[in-house]
């Protein structure tokens, strides 16, 4: 006899993969190509186009550091000339490394960049802070995307609300400083639920999307449908789980990874790209991307099924050690 508890549970995740099947359709169809290089997406209700890969500002300054700032910035210039025009930072990566690696490299061109950093801080004061010291690394006097960091812990959603760093950052969109106002988390569906939930329409919600995330404390299932509802535009992240992925005996392969990650309703994936080799891995799948089928997609899931359901594979939604050190010492915990 059937199970009656496992044919709801079949029956269950049908439902949930029919509605990302077409919240995924919806978003692509607005996909622009562009021959021969990469194609656009919308970024959510905001009427903005952005690359569908968005280039990790936390790879570049750990490129910098180790191969050199020329180095980095050679790389950041041929993503541009290849049409990765979206790129990724954050006030504290790498101490503010990486915003001012990146704001050599930009400089010259900055209105072929869809730049987007991130605020650590929660306070008014705080908030205002990151913003100057932001704008003053990566030489511009505007941000395309400014997003809430590492929304990961309970009352963050509450600190950014009730300690004034909406406020803050309304104030400075207000002001011409900053276009659009999202947030960012790897931990838990429940925050971003909690931050969608709050009194502010955001732009952008940043999130990990990758195959084990299908199976394990999913913010494809339990989030993506809520952003989308709203116009909220979906960042992608983590689509090789931090590299984990390509390094299992799934036998699954870095580019089949995201391309799995680009055929779910995101407007772009954030990539870390240290090396030319990583950038051209990219490229060659970004460019005239076409989304997976269903069948294609399901025999990916199907390798990683039997080791995705217990979150070995993505302990940023499970340990501490992977939140930032400043969010640690924010929040009173040691930072490393």
């Not at 395309?144 to 960091?149: A, C, N, R, S, V």
């Not at 939604?317 to 915990?333: C, E, I, S, V």
Request: hydrophobic share 40%; glycine share 10%.
């Amino acid at each position: 006899m059937t199970d009656p508890w496992n044919r709801r549970r079949f029956m269950q995740a049908g439902a949930a993969s029919g509605v990302l099947l077409s919240l995924a359709e919806e978003v692509l169809a607005g996909q622009q190509d562009a021959p021969g290089g990469l194609p656009m997406r919308p970024l959510g209700a905001t009427g903005q186009n952005v690359s569908l890969l968005c280039l990790g500002g936390w790879h570049i300054g750990a490129t910098a550091k180790q191969e050199g700032e020329d180095q980095a910035v050679k790389l950041m210039h041929q993503a541009i000339d290849n049409g990765l025009t979206f790129f990724d930072n954050c006030w504290d990566y790498h101490n503010g490394f990486s915003e001012q690696v990146m704001g050599k490299a930009i400089e010259d061109r900055r209105d072929k960049v869809f730049l987007m950093t991130k605020v650590c801080n929660r306070d008014y004061d705080g908030v205002k802070a990151n913003l100057e010291e932001s704008l003053q690394r990566l030489r511009t006097d505007h941000l395309d995307l400014w997003q809430f960091h590492e929304m990961v812990y309970d009352n963050d959603p509450d600190w950014v609300f009730d300690q004034g760093g909406l406020k803050a950052a309304l104030e400075a969109h207000e002001a011409g400083k900053v276009r659009f106002i999202g947030f960012t988390g790897h931990k838990d569906p429940s925050i971003h639920l909690k931050m969608l939930n709050k009194p502010y329409r955001w732009a952008t919600a940043q999130m990990p999307i990758n195959v084990c995330d299908y199976f394990f404390r999913s913010f494809l299932h339990g989030v993506v449908p809520h952003c989308l509802q709203q116009g909220t535009a979906v960042l992608g992240m983590k689509s090789l789980a931090g590299g984990a992925l390509a390094k299992t005996d799934t036998g699954l392969t870095a580019p089949e990874c995201l391309r799995f990650a680009l055929s779910q309703p995101v407007s772009a994936l954030v990539c870390g790209m240290r090396t030319e080799r990583d950038l051209q891995q990219a490229l060659d799948v970004g460019r005239d991307f076409k989304p997976l089928s269903q069948d294609e997609q399901q025999a990916i899931l199907d390798k990683v099924r039997h080791v995705a359901a217990d979150g070995r594979h993505e302990l940023f939604k499970t340990a501490k050690n992977f939140d930032g050190p400043y969010h640690r010492q924010q929040h009173g915990f040691a930072a490393g």
